[in-house]
């Protein structure tokens, strides 16, 4: 069994889940978003940076998963203050001496959807779906489930391909 913390980091809310892995059944453990609006943004990153050290405490995660940033060139500001976001995720992820995979978003939906594509709602659906959830969680929220089930999977392959190859070379 493991339990997977996935993060789906926001400059203003983060989103976070929690899952137990075991081989391929997944359950939800918990989920939530940390809201980060007020303040300044040296007091919003702490803000990110405590509340999941509280997750963290909680839940007691063996691995993490972090959505990468997507970079709009457009809005390159808001690339920085989200870049910042995820960097008082990672951060509390590292205090709390977690391994930290990342994923960018395209292959969370792959994952999770089946579409690198999928819109928010889609994904939201899945999740409910495949977790066997009685609501539908915020958008921040599921995207965080989806990051660690997207890690549960990518795990559970590497795993299977190391067994494989590993006794294919002997």
């Given at each position: ?157 590497r795993q299977a391909t190391g067994l494989a190859l590993q006794g294919s070379w002997k």
């Open positions: 069994m493991t339990i997977i913390l996935g993060v789906d980091p926001g400059s203003r809310q983060t989103g976070f889940g929690v899952i137990e892995v075991q081989g391929n059944h997944h359950r939800m453990i918990e989920w939530g978003r940390i809201r980060s609006i007020d303040g300044s943004m040296a007091e919003r990153l702490r803000t990110i940076f405590e509340a999941l050290g509280d997750v963290i405490a909680r839940t007691r995660p063996d691995e993490a998963a972090l959505e990468e940033t997507f970079v709009n060139k457009v809005n390159a500001a808001s690339a920085l203050v989200l870049g910042q976001a995820r960097g008082a995720a990672f951060c509390a992820l590292g205090a709390a001496g977690l391994s930290v995979a990342e994923y960018q978003p395209s292959q969370v939906k792959l994952a999770v959807t089946g579409s690198g594509r999928a819109d928010k709602a889609q994904v939201q659906q899945m999740v409910k779906m495949l977790l066997t959830l009685d609501t539908v969680p915020p958008t921040d929220a599921a995207d965080a489930l989806a990051v660690a089930m997207t890690h549960a999977q990518v795990r559970r392959t």
